[in-house]
């Protein structure tokens, strides 16, 4: 077993950036999913808003619309000047500025609507928008009071009750809009670090072995040929194996148990599996045109990137064009995605047709990848 040997002699020059991948990758999901499953917990709550308000109004309006912003925004005195107020909206001390004349409530209940209150804000912001809306909704509400014959005192007491009452928010979870667990998080990003493992580590050591001088030795020594290859495809099976088990310990130790022990949790350690093969022969491919270890650095990065960016690691189908969709079912990780969102859904094995469905069509990509190496093998070694 000599060739086997030499192989993980070679593979262990670049424990050191195994180790950086594991560790970046395992920075990476833990801050994904645990920023993505506060956002579910989190998914409604209200904005308080900073407003520096000015109220001159001697009629009750003016005072109860006062009240009403408090209740949810922090109410500032407006810095005196115009350069200090422009400093302190720039620093974002102040999302908005509000001035309540003196004859505000006496127009407003003569009918008078339009142009009453003055604003300032910053050009485009959202919070502006925010504080309008809620200062149109409070104005709205009155008027409805006043036009239905009530005086401005009750018109404001209603509005005041009826401004209290909160509705229950309720998220519905759509096909493009699930509330996933953080397995679905861990198992999602595998594709990049697969691929770049892969091709780092299987690359370099086909690379070495592909050695002009290195491989007219081995050709002149006893071993037979078949035997020297069957050991470097153990060596590379060993590989794969070590990768998808570290990776697998991983999620059983940072994964929900009750997850990891389900149906989900099997059928995403098979997704992963499936994919580490697809990611071997990737690497096989690539390893057939890396001429030296800068080349494999590259070839690594262009096939990890493009996998996560156009397979929707990184960025959601969803929110691709269709034409980039559709150049998507043409790179293994998009189908490993889709495996990945379909276990989120599944109730059990039998219901997961389109899941097997994705299995197949990546170990499709993988004989691909493979026969494709090994025909630009024999052409290589013809010439």
Do not use: H
Not at 68 to 77: C, I
Not at 82 to 92: E, V
Not at 145 to 166: N, P, S, V
Not at 170 to 178: I, N, R
């Amino acid at each position: 077993m000599q060739i086997f040997k030499a192989f993980f002699k070679i593979t262990r020059k670049n424990m050191v950036s195994y180790i950086i991948f594991v560790l970046i990758y395992l920075g990476i999901t833990m801050v994904v999913s645990n920023t993505m499953l506060q956002q579910m917990e989190q998914a409604f709550s209200k904005t308080s808003l900073n407003i520096g308000l000015e109220n001159q109004d001697d009629g009750p309006l003016g005072d109860a619309l006062s009240r009403y912003l408090g209740d949810n925004n922090q109410l500032k005195e407006v810095p005196e000047g115009k350069k200090a107020l422009q400093d302190a909206m720039y620093y974002q001390e102040i999302d908005y500025v509000l001035n309540i004349p003196r004859d505000f409530t006496e127009k407003f209940a003569a009918g008078e609507r339009e142009g009453l209150l003055k604003g300032i804000n910053v050009p485009g912001s959202v919070s502006a928008s925010l504080v309008q809306n809620e200062i149109e909704g409070f104005l709205k509400t009155v008027s409805m009071y006043l036009e239905t014959g009530f005086e401005i005192d009750r018109a404001l007491e209603l509005a005041a009750t009826d401004l209290k009452q909160e509705a229950n928010v309720t998220f519905l979870a759509g096909d493009g809009e699930q509330a996933f667990e953080g397995g679905y998080y861990f198992f999602n990003y595998l594709p990049y670090v697969f691929t770049c493992m892969m091709i780092l580590g299987i690359g370099f050591v086909l690379r070495t072995f592909g050695n002009k001088d290195l491989s007219a030795r081995n050709k002149c020594s006893a071993m037979p040929f078949l035997k020297q290859n069957a050991q470097i495809i153990l060596g590379c099976l060993v590989f794969m194996t070590a990768v998808y088990l570290v990776f697998m310990v991983m999620a059983y130790v940072f994964v929900e148990r009750d997850y990891m022990f389900s149906i989900k949790g099997v059928l995403s350690v098979i997704n992963a599996l499936v994919f580490s093969i697809c990611a071997l022969s990737v690497a096989w491919f690539v390893a057939q045109f890396a001429k030296s270890v800068v080349a494999l650095n590259a070839f690594s990065n262009l096939f990890g990137l493009s996998f996560c960016f156009l397979g929707g690691v990184f960025i959601p189908a969803d929110m691709m064009s269709e034409g980039t969709r559709q150049v998507a079912k043409f790179i293994p990780s998009y189908w490993y995605v889709i495996a990945n969102r379909e276990i989120q859904k599944t109730a059990g094995f039998a219901s997961a047709g389109r899941i097997y469905q994705s299995y197949l069509i990546v170990l499709m990509f993988a004989a691909a990848f493979f026969v494709i190496g090994l025909f630009i093998k024999r052409m290589k070694l013809r010439t």
